[in-house]
C-alpha cells in the first residue's frame, strides 16, 4: 500500500526521525512532504492527495493544535487522519487533541518504532480499507460494473 504522509514538525531533525520510523515500521510504502509550521502545513496540504498527517505541538507561527483545529473546521468532509507526533504528555493535552480538536492518534516522544507501529497499525488498516473501496469503484465503473 502507498502512503503520501505529510510531516509537520519545525526541527529538521525530528521530521527525519518520523519519517524513518514510519519506514521501518513497514505499515506502507511511504511517499512524504514535509512542512516547518502549521502555516506551513495548511498550504501543502490537500485532502485529495494526502492520506495522513503527522503534526507537532510546539511550532512557531502556528502550533499543531491550531492546524488540527483548522484542518476540521476548514474541511468539514475530510476524513484525512491527523496524527499528534509530541512532547506533550499530560492527560489534559492528549483530551485537548483527541477529543476536542479531532486527532485521530497521539504519539509521545521519545517514540520506539514499535509504539509507532502499535498505534498507527488500526490507522493504516482504515486507510487501506479507504484505498481498496475507491480502487474498486474505480474499476468497477471502468468495466461497466
Known amino acids: 500500500m502507498k502512503i503520501r504522509a505529510l510531516v509537520i514538525d519545525d526541527s529538521r531533525v525530528m521530521r527525519n526521525m518520523v519519517k524513518e520510523s514510519l519506514r521501518k515500521t513497514e505499515l506502507a ?3 512524504f ?3 516547518e509550521d502549521g502555516n506551513d502545513g495548511l498550504k501543502k ?6 492520506d495522513i498527517i503527522f503534526v507537532d505541538w510546539n511550532m512557531p507561527n502556528m502550533t499543531g493544535i491550531d492546524f488540527v483545529r483548522k484542518v476540521r473546521s476548514s474541511h468539514k468532509q475530510c476524513t484525512v487522519p491527523i496524527v499528534m507526533v509530541t512532547s506533550e504528555k499530560s492527560m489534559g493535552k492528549i483530551e485537548e487533541a ?11 516522544k521519545p517514540f520506539t518504532v514499535e509504539y509507532m507501529q502499535r498505534k498507527l497499525s488500526p490507522l493504516f488498516e482504515e486507510i487501506s480499507a479507504k484505498q481498496s473501496k475507491q480502487t474498486t469503484g474505480f474499476f468497477s465503473k471502468l468495466m461497466g460494473g
Open 29 to 31: 510504502e511511504f511517499e
Open 98 to 108: 483527541l477529543d476536542k480538536a479531532g486527532a485521530n492518534a497521539y504519539i509521545t
Open 45 to 50: 496540504f490537500n485532502p485529495k492527495s494526502t
Open 33 to 35: 512532504d514535509e512542512a
